[in-house]
């Protein structure tokens, strides 16, 4: 397994204690959001540490994060997979564009589906195109 392999499953990890951590603080579980944002950094910390920078890494932190952040935020916290929440910018604009589309559940897989199928090529190729 190759370092840009083991660093993209580092970043879904630490997406997925993102993802725990706000969904702990939805539900006012403030001492377990605080752990999960710790816990969080430190592996941030370990990343940049123990892996050379590439800002592939970040690219691909962003696209995991539009692919799977939002539905694992949505399982945890009880929400619709779909529901698209208006804390951030990307939720403002997600919300946005739901509120001028018919079928706005069908526009947010969509996005997300690109956005995975995206991240996985990267996997595929070691973000250089080549497999």
């Known amino acids: 397994m190759s370092e840009f392999v ?3 499953i580092i ?3 630490i997406m997925a204690i993102d993802a725990a951590g ?3 603080r939805i539900h006012q579980w403030q001492n377990l959001h605080h752990a ?3 816990v969080g950094v430190a592996v941030w910390i370990a990343v940049w540490g123990l892996f050379e920078f590439s800002p592939i890494y970040i690219a691909m932190y962003v696209t995991g994060r539009i692919a ?3 539905p694992l935020l949505n399982l945890i ?3 619709k997979l779909t529901y698209a929440g208006k804390s951030s910018v990307y939720g403002r604009l997600l919300s946005w564009f ?3 589309v018919k079928n706005p559940g069908a526009l ?3 996005l997300r589906a690109m956005a995975l199928i995206w991240w996985v090529a990267w996997i595929i190729t070691n973000a250089d195109g080549r497999i």
Do not use: P
């Open 77 to 79: 916290a009880g929400y």
């Open 36 to 38: 999960m944002e710790v």
């Open 22 to 24: 706000d969904a702990f």
């Open 11 to 13: 970043l879904l990890g």
């Open 98 to 100: 739901m509120s001028k």
């Open 108 to 110: 947010v897989w969509v």
């Open 6 to 8: 083991i660093v993209s």
């Open 68 to 70: 799977l952040f939002d």
